[in-house]
């Protein structure tokens, strides 16, 4: 359910006065998990917007999910106001894939090294949360150093931009995710996971919290 709550604090809507829940994405898949992690029929509807492309929804009525999830932090019109989510402590990292496969990203890229390396190409990788709330993507990054003990960078707007972006480098995205994913079974978006999956698999870094210990808490290589 923690999941779910993720979903909710990024791609989904709560309905004011209807006490419905919306939750709308581009990915079909990501509709489908939101959905049979609540016990529902996997079926959302499809819709066209302004371009070709279709997105994919659902939405219901549900009374006492809508006020459990006022309680936990939600809320109607929520992009520029979202702060804290209250989520208790075992399932907070469940919670933060969630914000990942909602609203954020995982970046594998590469890029030409400067000064003394210029000629070189190097292989960057970054895990990023973005959101239309300072104060959420502040009470995030809090937390992750509290419970993980990364630091992460805030980003703020760029011209033409409403979000902020709390990113994550190399080193601590590896952190980070495989705290995310625990095993390879758990709820996700399964695009994003396959980034960072082939990532670990070829520099040799546990993917999942099973891999690390199964290999004795060193990367997979060592």
Known sequence: MAYVVGLMAT????????????????????????????????????????TDKPHYLTQFGDAAFYDWLRSVGLMPRKSLVLGAIAVPGPVFLDCVRGLLDGDGSILNYW???????????YEGLTTRFVSGSRSHIEWLREALRRVLGISGN????????????????I????????????????PRLERKWMLWKDYARRHGHPATLRERSTAGGRSIAG
Not at 111 to 121: C, E, I, T
Request: aromatic residues 8%.
């Open 154 to 169: 805030v980003a703020a707007p760029s011209p033409g931009d409403k979000c902020w972006a709390l990113n994550y480098a």
């Open 11 to 50: 791609d989904g809507c709560l309905i004011s006065g209807r006490r419905q829940l919306n939750f709308k994405s581009a990915d079909e898949s990501l509709v489908k998990t939101f959905l049979t992690c609540l016990g529902r029929p996997p079926t959302p509807k499809r819709r066209f917007g302004r």
């Open 111 to 121: 890029y030409d090294g400067g000064g003394k390396a210029a000629g070189r190409r």
């Open 171 to 186: 080193r601590e995205s590896c952190v980070l995710l495989p705290q995310l994913y625990p095993t390879d079974e758990v």
